[in-house]
C-alpha cells in the first residue's frame, strides 16, 4: 500500500550511479525526489525546500554527513533523516541515532526495505490526516488510494490523485501551480512547465460536470 499523500525525498550520497539509482527506484514508488552528491548542496536545497524525508550518507565530501545531521538538527526541521552508512556496527548505529537521525540503514542494503522506511518515515513527517477527505460530492481515501464522486469510481492517475488530494487538503483555500508543483512533483520540472494546467485538465474531466475545481487567474485552483 502506498503512503498517502506526495513524500519529497531528498538523496544525499556522493557515490553518483547510487544516489540516481536511489533516486529513480524511489521515483516509481510515487516518491518527488531531489538529489545532493555532497553535503553543501544537501544544505543548501534544505534550507529553502521542506523535505519529508532526507536519506543522508555519512562519508559525504564538502560537509561531512554527521556535520549535516547536526544542522539539521540545530535547525529544528521537520524533515526526517534516515541515515546511510558503510558500516553496520552497533556502535556506528548509536552514534548515528545519536547525532538526531530518526532511523539508521547499514550499506550495502535492499531497496524494498529502504522504500519501506522511507514510507514509514514520511507518515511521521506529515501531520495526522483524516482517514476520507470529503468536499463536493468528492469522496478521496488515502489509504486505499480510491476517489469516488457521487458514489461512482473515478480512476486518477498517481499525479492526478495527488494534486486532487493537495486541493481537497486546502478546505476551500487556494492552490499556487508552485505548491502543486511541489508536492507532486520534484525539482527536476521546468517551473514554466504546462504540467500543471494539463493534469488540471484531464482531472476535471475525469471527476465530470458539474465542474467542481475553480481557477483563480493569476493565483492557482481551488475546490
Known amino acids: 500500500m502506498e503512503v498517502p499523500g506526495a513524500v519529497r525525498v531528498l538523496v544525499v550520497e556522493d557515490e553518483r550511479v547510487l544516489a540516481d539509482a536511489i533516486a529513480t527506484g524511489l521515483r516509481r514508488e510515487a516518491m518527488a525526489v531531489d538529489v545532493a552528491y555532497d553535503g553543501a548542496g544537501a544544505l543548501e536545497r534544505a534550507s529553502y525546500i521542506d523535505y519529508d524525508v532526507i536519506v543522508l550518507d555519512r ?64 507518515r511521521r513527517s506529515a501531520p495526522a490526516l483524516p482517514p476520507v477527505l470529503e468536499r463536493s460530492g468528492i469522496r478521496l481515501d488515502p489509504g486505499k488510494r480510491l476517489v469516488t464522486r457521487d458514489g461512482a469510481e473515478v480512476a486518477l492517475t498517481k499525479k492526478e490523485f495527488a494534486v486532487l488530494e493537495e486541493l481537497m487538503r486546502a478546505e476551500g ?51
Not at 76 to 98: C, P
Not at 108 to 121: D, G, H, N, Q, T
Not at 182 to 191: G, M, T
Request: proline share 4%.
Open 59 to 122: 562519508d559525504l565530501p564538502k560537509v561531512h554527513g554527521d556535520e549535516v545531521c547536526r544542522r539539521l538538527v540545530a535547525e529544528r526541521t521537520a524533515s526526517r533523516i534516515l541515515m546511510l552508512t558503510a558500516s553496520g556496527d552497533v556502535d556506528d548505529k548509536v552514534e548515528g541515532l545519536g547525532l538526531g537521525a530518526d532511523d539508521y540503514l547499514a550499506k550495502p542494503f535492499v531497496f524494498i526495505e529502504l522504500v519501506a522506511r522511507v514510507r514509514a518515515l514520511g
Open 173 to 223: 483555500a487556494v492552490v499556487s501551480q508552485e505548491d502543486l508543483l511541489d508536492k507532486a512533483w520534484d525539482e527536476n520540472i521546468d517551473p514554466f512547465t504546462n504540467v500543471v494546467r494539463v493534469t488540471m485538465m484531464t482531472l476535471r474531466k475525469k471527476l465530470g460536470e458539474p465542474q467542481v475545481i475553480e481557477t483563480v487567474p493569476g493565483v492557482g485552483y481551488r475546490l
